[in-house]
């Protein structure tokens, strides 16, 4: 129902920032509470960021708050990361998805729509 394509993920210093972006087909896309996950290799899959439709409630894994932002563009349907403070455990690539079971989920199983991911590798 929507397509999502990830990017703006590549090679930062421990200490780096970077955002990513999201972008989302249709003109359904403020039907959706959107999300952030991370998955490193052997690792389960991990909530970073949630949003709820109208951007007006957002959600942080304790791991990434205070460091990393999320925000979204309902009329360029967009939603973004900003990641500042990148620390090597934050190295995963990095997933945008969809729900549109209800208007704010912390729930990677409560998403039906999954980007490609964007991988994010910080360096010591």
């Known amino acids: 129902q929507v397509q999502l394509v990830e990017s703006g993920g590549g090679l930062v210093q421990a200490g780096g920032s970077l955002r990513l972006s999201c972008a989302a087909s249709?003109?359904?896309?403020?039907?959706?509470?959107m999300g952030w996950f991370r998955q490193a290799p052997g690792k389960e899959r991990e909530f970073v960021a949630a949003?709820?439709?109208?951007?007006?409630?957002?959600g942080y894994a304790d791991s990434v708050k205070g460091r990393f932002t999320i925000s979204r563009d309902n009329v360029k349907n967009m939603v973004y990361l900003q990641m500042n403070s990148l620390k090597p455990e934050d190295t995963a690539v990095y997933y945008c998805?969809?729900?549109?079971?209800?208007?704010?989920?912390?729930?990677?199983?409560?998403?039906?729509?999954w980007g490609q991911g964007t991988q994010v590798t910080v360096s010591s």
């Open positions: 998805a969809g729900n549109l079971k209800s208007g704010y989920s912390l729930r990677g199983r409560e998403y039906d729509y």
């Open positions: 249709g003109r359904t896309f403020s039907s959706y509470a």
């Open positions: 949003i709820s439709r109208s951007g007006g409630i957002t």
